[in-house]
């Protein structure tokens, strides 16, 4: 089945600092991915969508300038979390929908900010 | 009222027993139905999925979902320790659009 990839999968930053977090389609091409957010003990929170060559789409409530997403290929999208914060720290979920109704998974990036 | 909602739990059952989780949402364009498996501190795999109304079996697993009810279903038999979870029901309007979670049922399966 096809695999989306995350990288790193776990990242511990100091506040202030910017993390990047990669979200990979590894054996098909996705023209959307999307972002979403999990804190502990909480559901996936959609936060934006990824959108190939153009700019992302952000859910309410979502700073744009503070989460800067990059889908610069169709098999790649970027997620910056820009002068990180420790209320930032989260595991983070990219995901790509199939040809087939199915959305794939990323395995998460935990972001630990100290 | 949030878009998705459903039972956190915890639910605990002995082994053996059937399991039933429950979700329902307000958002009458969904037409696409998901359950998720989350382990902890992994990202979500996809047990189910259904297009529109009625049921679908999958081993041990079935989906139900209801449309005119805005109510969707999951049922495990004969459920087993290493289905010890979370389950998170999910949606889309369409095939390719944003999957909106609900905020998921923890299951624990007692030996």
């Known amino acids: 089945g096809a695999v989306v990839s995350q990288h790193p999968s776990r990242v511990i930053c100091k506040s202030g600092t910017s993390v990047k977090i990669e979200c990979r389609s590894l054996d098909f091409q996705a023209t959307t991915m999307f972002w979403y957010r999990q804190f502990p003990k909480q559901s996936l929170m959609l936060m934006a969508t990824s959108n190939e060559g153009s700019k992302a789409t952000y859910e309410q409530g979502v700073e744009k300038d503070k989460f800067l997403i990059n889908h610069a290929s169709l098999t790649l999208s970027t997620l910056t979390v820009t002068s990180a914060h420790p209320e930032d720290s989260s595991f983070y979920i990219c995901s790509a929908p199939g040809q087939v109704y199915e959305q794939y998974f990323g395995p998460g990036t935990r972001l630990t900010v100290t | 009222q949030k878009e998705v909602e459903q039972d956190p739990g915890p639910l605990s059952v002995p082994e053996g027993a059937i399991v039933s989780l429950n979700c329902t949402y307000s958002n009458s364009a969904f037409q696409y139905f998901m359950w998720y498996r989350q382990y902890s501190r992994k990202g979500p795999e996809l047990l189910m999925y259904t297009y529109s109304s009625g049921n679908k079996e999958d081993g041990r697993f079935t989906a139900q979902v209801d449309k005119s009810s805005k109510y969707i279903s999951l049922f495990i038999r004969d459920s087993q320790p290493s289905d010890s979870a979370t389950y998170l029901c999910?949606?889309?309007?369409?095939?390719?659009?944003?999957?909106?979670f609900g905020p998921g049922t923890s299951l624990s399966v007692i030996p």
């Open positions: 999910a949606m889309s309007e369409t095939s390719y659009d944003k999957v909106i």
